[in-house]
């Protein structure tokens, strides 16, 4: 993992989390924006995915196990897909809650693989 990465992963989990949360409880309806902020969500995960792949080879091992690692992101990759489906099949405001909630269970999930790889020993 790459420090910096991980807490601009959690920024933008956080701060689309509250997005969503808020105009959810407001009444909207999923939107582009909302599912916008989902997907960037997505898209820095998979780039969490790469470098999780990639760093072992460059020396940058985690200190912690790797299985409960790579759980976290599998299921940290899985989820905004999930919300995603869901909001695009059932287009209420509850769908654009659980986006957020979805969001927000990202950051905390990239937060623990963090502490997984940097702090935590085996």
Do not use: H
Request: proline content about 4%.
């Amino acid at each position: 993992m790459i420090e910096w990465f991980t807490i601009v992963q959690v920024a933008v989990a956080v701060l689309a989390g509250i997005l969503c949360v808020v105009l959810g409880l407001a009444g909207r309806k999923p939107t582009d924006l909302t599912m916008g902020a989902t997907a960037l969500v997505e898209v820095l995960l998979i780039v969490q995915l790469v470098v999780a792949i990639a760093a072992p080879a460059f020396g940058n091992t985690p200190s912690g196990d790797p299985l409960e690692f790579w759980v976290y992101l599998v299921s940290a990759v899985l989820l905004p897909v999930a919300g995603g489906f869901w909001a695009l099949v059932e287009r209420s405001r509850w769908s654009t809650v659980i986006l957020g909630a979805i969001c927000l269970a990202v950051a905390v999930m990239v937060y623990r693989m963090n502490v997984i790889w940097f702090v935590q020993g085996s």
